[in-house]
């Protein structure tokens, strides 16, 4: 599992452009704000244990969809 030190904005970044979501795209697949994501990219909040593991499972389809 993935802890909120090892998610840093950059990695949130480059999974929502993986994924080709916008901001919008990302929050509402996590169901979170808009707003929530975008303080993730800027560093000024970290994923809440939850949203870790949402990302994790985002993170984990993408991997399964380039097998």
């Not at 929050?27 to 990219?41: I, M, Q, Y």
């Amino acid at each position: 599992m993935l802890s909120s030190d090892m998610v840093d904005r950059e990695a949130i970044k480059q999974l929502r452009h993986k994924l080709g979501l916008s901001q919008e795209g990302l929050a509402r697949k996590l169901g979170v704000s808009v707003l929530t994501v975008r303080r993730w990219e800027k560093g000024t909040f970290k994923p809440s244990p939850l949203a870790l593991r949402r990302i994790e499972e985002l993170r984990e389809e993408t991997k399964d969809e380039h097998l």
